[in-house]
C-alpha cells in the first residue's frame, strides 16, 4: 500500500502536471471504484485543476469550484502518466483522467478491487474523509505521546492506525521500529520518556529519508514501480536475511494477509516473537530465541 513517502511524491508529481490544467474527460472502468453519487466526476469537467495533496494515504485533487477527487489507492492502486488518450490496461484499469498535457490513469492489480475514489464538493467534505491520525513528520513530542497512548495497543498497531497517525503503513512501521529498537508487539502505554522520544524520533527520521530517497530515485520521471518491498529497506519483506545493523537473519509474524518483519537481536533482546501460523502448530517446539532457532 502506498503509504506516506510514496504518497507525497505521487502528490509532487501531479502537481507539476496537474495544476491549471482543465480535465477535458473522465472514463471509469472499475464497477467498484466510484463511492459516492453526486457530485459526479463529469462535474469536474471543464475546470481547472488548483490543488493536489495528501491526506493519510489518500491523494486530494481539488478543481475550481470546490470540487475534489478524494482517491484512496489501498494495497495495489498505482497511478500512471501516459499520453493524451490513453486507456488504462485491460483487466487491471480502474479509471482515466484526461488532460491536455497527458492522460492519468488508474491500476489496481488482483481480484479484490479496493481502490475508492470520492467525488465530493467543499472542504468540510473533504475533511470529513480524514480519519483524524496527527501529521508525524509535523507534530511534537508531547502531541506523538498523546497520540500513541490514546489507548493501549501493540506499537505495530498504533503506528498503522490512521485514527492515530497519519500516512504511516505495514512498510515503513516495521523500518520505523527497527530504527527505535522497539518490538512491534511492545505496548503503547509502557514505553518510558526515552524509549518514546526514540520512537518519535526514528518516525521523523524513517519517512523523511524515504521520500528524499523516492524523490531522487524517480527525479523527473512520473513514479511508477511503487511498491511496499524494496532492495534498500531494513527489514520490511527481509524474512530471513541478514539485518543490516547485527547480521541476525530477519524474522516476522504473519497474522491473516499481513506479515511483521523485525530484528530479534535489535529490537526484543534476541527473544522471537509467536509467529500464529507456526507457533499454534509447533507449540512447546517453537524456538524463543535467536539461539534455538540457529540450533
Given at each position: 500500500m502506498p503509504e506516506l513517502p510514496d504518497v507525497t511524491v505521487y502528490v509532487e508529481h501531479l502537481e507539476r502536471r496537474l495544476i491549471g490544467q482543465p480535465l477535458e474527460r473522465v472514463r471509469i472502468s472499475g464497477l467498484n471504484l466510484l463511492r459516492t453519487f453526486e457530485p459526479s466526476p463529469d462535474d469536474a469537467v471543464g475546470h481547472p485543476v488548483r490543488s493536489v495533496r495528501r491526506l493519510g494515504k489518500r491523494i486530494v485533487t481539488g478543481f475550481e469550484g470546490g470540487l475534489f477527487f478524494v482517491l484512496h489507492l489501498m494495497i495495489a492502486g498505482r497511478l500512471h502518466w501516459k499520453?493524451?488518450?490513453?486507456?488504462?490496461?485491460?483487466?487491471v484499469g480502474l479509471?482515466?483522467?484526461?488532460?491536455p498535457?497527458?492522460?492519468l490513469t488508474l491500476t489496481e492489480a488482483g481480484t479484490k478491487k479496493r481502490a475508492g475514489l470520492h467525488v465530493v464538493q467543499g472542504e468540510a467534505a473533504v475533511h470529513a474523509l480524514d480519519p483524524g491520525g496527527i501529521e508525524p513528520l509535523t507534530c511534537t513530542l508531547k502531541q506523538f505521546e498523546a497520540?500513541?497512548?490514546q489507548e493501549s495497543h501493540t506499537l505495530k498497531r498504533a503506528l498503522t492506525d490512521p485514527h492515530y497517525f497519519s500516512g504511516i503503513g505495514n512498510a515503513y512501521s516495521d523500518e520505523i521500529l527497527h530504527r527505535a529498537k522497539l518490538s512491534p508487539l511492545a505496548l503503547s502505554t509502557r514505553l518510558?520518556?526515552?524509549e518514546t522520544k526514540r520512537l518519535w524520533q526514528a518516525t521523523r527520521t524513517v519517512l523523511v529519508e524515504w521520500t528524499d530517497r523516492l524523490r531522487a530515485q524517480f527525479g523527473d520521471e512520473f513514479p511508477e514501480k511503487v511498491t511496499a518491498f524494496r532492495p534498500e529497506m531494513?527489514?520490511?519483506g527481509k524474512y530471513?536475511?541478514?539485518c543490516p545493523v547485527c547480521g541476525a537473519p530477519v524474522q516476522r509474524i504473519v497474522y491473516a494477509s499481513n506479515e511483521t518483519n523485525y530484528c530479534a537481536r535489535c529490537q526484543t533482546g534476541g527473544r522471537l516473537l509467536a509467529d500464529r501460523s507456526l507457533s499454534r502448530?509447533?507449540?512447546?517446539?517453537?524456538?524463543r530465541t535467536l539461539e534455538e532457532l540457529a540450533d
Open positions: 499520453e493524451r488518450g490513453a486507456t488504462a490496461a485491460g483487466k479509471a482515466a483522467f484526461d488532460f498535457h497527458g492522460t497520540a500513541l497512548t518510558d520518556a526515552g531494513a527489514v520490511h530471513r536475511k541478514p502448530l509447533l507449540k512447546s517446539d517453537w524456538p
